[in-house]
């Protein structure tokens, strides 16, 4: 199983749509988790980070569910500007090492 | 707003030779990364430097990759002698605390090897 997994789409959504992806992490103990986000031959920009209760930052939210050891983004009313790769980041084990998915991308179309 | 710096941001080489990257960090991090991106690829760790130690490095990073912090602001990456499978986007970056996710990016180094 890979450590971080995330399905690498394209989700192809029209503006206005709410788009939701998931990102499975292999380590149950894992404790620190992000979105961020990457412009095409840009580098990684954090989004969110995803807390243990689930949160919210305007159209985004983040949610954990440690159980079946994922974590989801869900943003609603889609920009054209959202368009780029969303990547999951884990810390899987204990120490600096932030482990990196291999992103979805997402297209919002007029 | 504060930035991680990385120069050059194009570098070509030949196959067999020696590559530095150099980075400055945000002047207050404590933590110090590099991580790579071949085209199409996903972001891999390489290492974290710590008090001036490495603190954790991949299998990416062997005996062909070292870091350095020569002074107080930059980071170095050196890659020995430059194999074709090393032509990728090299980022690095920085944070403050281990505690915190925001990994803050340069806008990376492009390493063509020819």
């Known amino acids: 199983r890979k450590e971080v997994e995330q399905d690498p789409g394209p989700f192809n959504v029209p503006e206005g749509a709410t788009v939701a992806f998931n990102c499975t992490y292999s380590n149950s103990a894992s404790q620190s988790f992000f979105w961020y986000r990457q412009d095409c031959r840009k580098e990684p920009k954090l989004l969110m980070s995803v807390y243990s209760s689930g949160n919210e930052d305007g159209r985004f939210t983040a949610q954990l569910n440690r159980a079946s050891q994922y974590i989801s983004l869900l943003i609603r009313d889609s920009k054209l500007s959202d368009s780029a790769t969303y990547l999951c980041?884990?810390?899987?084990?204990?120490?600096?090492?932030?482990?990196f998915g291999g992103g979805t991308r997402l297209m919002v179309k007029p | 707003e504060p930035e991680v710096t990385q120069t050059p941001s194009h570098q070509v080489t030949q196959m067999g030779q020696e590559v530095i990257l150099r980075c400055v960090p945000i002047s207050n991090h404590l933590y110090f990364y590099w991580y790579r991106q071949i085209l199409g690829q996903k972001v891999e760790f390489l290492v974290s430097f710590y008090n001036n130690e490495i603190s954790e490095k991949s299998e990416i990073f062997d005996d062909q990759f070292s870091v350095e912090r020569p002074d107080g602001s930059n980071f170095t990456l050196k890659i020995r002698s430059t194999k074709l499978e090393d032509s990728a986007m090299y980022f690095c970056?920085?944070?403050?605390?281990?505690?915190?996710?925001?990994?803050?990016f340069g806008e990376g180094s492009r390493l063509t090897v020819l």
């Open positions: 970056a920085s944070r403050a605390r281990a505690d915190t996710g925001e990994l803050f």
């Open positions: 980041v884990v810390n899987i084990y204990a120490g600096n090492m932030l482990t």
